[in-house]
């Protein structure tokens, strides 16, 4: 092997000017970003920035109104997200989306079982999704393959440590709202995906849960896992990312190193001169009443 085949990493997602208006709105604005395999990249920025209308865009949630979103070379502008899901990115939501009736180890098997039935026909996991809910009622040939699942879902919520196993047969919807969370990444992880696309993983998480979080995304970056997350949390932001993007009013502001970023007058500007803009209301408020 040569030595710029070990080192060119590749490249999982090249969004290239993607933009996206809501009316006259434009949530996204002609922003880039690339993704290089076992990269850990954090988007930041005030609410309403255009943080998830991105991720949107990159998961097929969502489309672009311009520009192009490439995934390991192959244009998948536009394409649903289950055919992203099929070539490997994996999702969690700002909102957290469990199947609040099925069980800790159902919503984890539907990510696994999704898993198989890719491989085996190519994508359609919306048949993946019949055959988890035949999967479900558990008939034969399935219930062989579903010994084989569990064992290794269980395995899974093992990184978890004692948060999730206790709970494996419980319903997602008797879990404590940071459970829940796990369980959704624990979902997404079940598709072995080659990206893990995370939406605000600690929203809604104390102290403590947002660490324990924190040691769950630097272990599967350790295993070499490619990620892109929306954090709020500065500091986790500085410990998780090689590279931060920021965007504000839908564009990027500035991009680099953590601690590059973290100096950027635009960036400061971007978060103190918001809340300074709130502050100064507030008083102007005052005075006027
Ligand atoms: P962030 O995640 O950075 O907080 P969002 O991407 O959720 O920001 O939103 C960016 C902007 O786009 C906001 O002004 C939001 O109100 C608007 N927006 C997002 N989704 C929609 C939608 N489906 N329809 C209309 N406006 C939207
Ligand atoms: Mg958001």
Redesign the pocket.
Known sequence: MTSSSINAAEILFDVRRVTRR?GG?V?VNEVSLSVARGECISVI?P????????FNLLTGIDTPDAGEVRFRGEDVTGMAPEQLAARGVARTFQHGRVFGNLSVLDNVLIGAHARLAMTRRGWPVVGAFAEVLRALAAPGTVRREDAALREEVTTLLARFGTRLAPRIDQPAHSLSYANRRRVEIARALALRPQILVLDEPTAGMNESETAEMLELILELKRDGLTMLL?EHKLELVMRLSDRVLV?DDGRKIASGLPNEVRNDPAVIEAYLGNRQVGAHAVRNETAAA
């Open positions: 809501f709105l949530a920025g609410n309403g920035a255009g943080k998830s209308t991105l929306i965007l």
